[in-house]
């Protein structure tokens, strides 16, 4: 396992009761596991036995909406703390304890892939590499939901995370709204929507995509 990988399962071992209480306190500018979860199932008309993936889970509500809609679930977290939040959260969910880097499944294997706050957590490059897996896991005509913060430059290195009492540094990229736009249409994914969440009380402004795996021919999407 890369060090940042390292770095960060400690970091989120050690911030997995808070993110729990999280879950269960949801801040007054936080977006619903609702809202969150229906802005990727809203785009599959047929919704039966849909295989749906979520990497870094994290405490697990995302995975429990999706399990609740009839969902196959699979989960990667890479910190042991957040697994065992995420089995109780969503019993019927299989969760996978360990590196997404280093995990592998089949191509076109999933409906949905949802990445919640995560893909800030990988250097470029690293991210680079996990996108062009994602879009070889999903299948044609699948969609994936990825998020981050904006900020003014993208750049990435280590640093305190701001909003939590502990006092830990973990890796983090911050990404600049149009970079993370370009990213992820370079990653082969066209991006049908961008929601926006304005968390006043935490100072911190999102972008979510979604994105489809199209077929294209002639230079065409079809
Ligand atoms: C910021 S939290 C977000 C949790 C959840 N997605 C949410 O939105 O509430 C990031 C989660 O990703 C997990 N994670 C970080 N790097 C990972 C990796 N390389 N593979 C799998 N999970 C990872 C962390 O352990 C943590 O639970």
Redesign the pocket.
Known sequence: MKEF?QT??IV?DALARE?AFR?DNLGQYSESTEYLGYSLLKNVSDRSHLQVM??????G??LRYFEDNGCRTIG????QE?CCLCRTQSPNSIIIN????EVNFGIEQFDLIYM???IH??PLQDAKILMKKVWTWLKYNGYIFVNTTCHAKSYEGYSRKQDYPSEINRFRRYWREDDFEQFISESGFSVKEKLYTDEKDRMKKWVALIGKKEIIHNNETI
């Open positions: 990988a960060n399962r989120y993110y879950r979520e990497i870094g889970p994290g405490a509500q995302i990667v977290e890479l910190s957040m360990g590196d997404i880097c919640g706050a995560i957590l990988f």
